[in-house]
């Protein structure tokens, strides 16, 4: 959805559908955005740094590296030291912030445990096969990536995606995919061509197949949540 308004509605299905409050879920959101945010900004620097053996100018890619460090450090310092700040004190007094703060707290609190470990290394798991498919599309472009462009490649695409753009990440999606593949020593024009593939072949049918989930299974829920109303299925009136 555009805006990631997606993930509101993730917290607001959890909440009208089983009951589980706002913030615990917005919280674990975050989390998992941080991980996968850490991940790929990961990915995309060693990509540079094994890169860097064929003296190719990365200095585009480089600074995308810095940023998206950046971010993704700062949110990583604000969550690690959100359970150590005084607020649940300072919300004492306000009786409605004093809960939601408290969940915020706990949620945090497992990038300091060893849960947060292990979910850190399921997410590098689960970027593995992402990574093999992103290989795959650009080989049926006719195209090879090394080990080191592949890395760069997921993680320019990736970090791609939090600057605004239309549906399936329509436009950054093609500039990085054509900026990493220039970056390897192809033609820009099997980026986009590899980043079209990826979207018709990847997205799109996901995107298909979700819609008909939703539409049979949660429209109901979905009107009922943007009016708050009951929506006409729903209702006892024909």
């Not at 592949?150 to 753009?165: D, E, I, K, Q, R």
């Not at 995107?207 to 006892?236: K, R």
Request: hydrophobic residues 55%.
């Amino acid at each position: 959805m555009p805006a990631r308004l997606g993930e509101l509605f993730r917290a607001e299905f959890f909440k009208k559908v089983y009951g589980l409050p706002r913030v615990p879920v917005l919280t674990s959101i975050v989390v998992e955005r941080l991980l996968d945010g850490l991940t790929v900004v990961g990915w995309l620097a060693l990509g540079l740094v094994l890169a860097a053996r064929t003296g190719r100018s990365a200095s585009t890619l480089f600074d995308v590296v810095m940023a998206g460090g950046a971010l993704f450090g700062a949110v990583l310092v604000a969550a690690l030291g959100f359970g150590r700040l005084p607020l649940s004190r300072l919300s004492a007094r306000f009786t409605r912030l004093a809960g939601p703060i408290a969940a915020a707290e706990r949620g945090f609190a497992i990038l300091r445990s060893r849960r947060g470990v292990e979910v850190a290394i399921l997410t590098l798991i689960v970027y593995v096969p992402d990574t093999l498919t992103v290989w795959l599309v650009v080989k049926a472009c006719e195209f090879t990536l090394g080990f080191a462009d592949t890395l760069v490649l997921v993680g320019a695409a990736a970090l791609s995606t939090l600057l605004p753009s239309g549906p399936a990440f329509l436009g950054n999606f093609q500039f990085a995919f054509a900026l990493a593949i220039a970056f390897a020593g192809g033609p820009a024009a099997v980026g986009v061509a590899a980043t079209t593939l990826a979207q018709l072949c990847i997205l799109l049918p996901v995107a298909f197949v979700a819609t008909l989930i939703f539409a049979h299974g949660s429209g109901s829920m979905l009107y009922a949540t943007l009016t708050g109303n009951e929506s006409p299925t729903d209702s006892e009136e024909p």
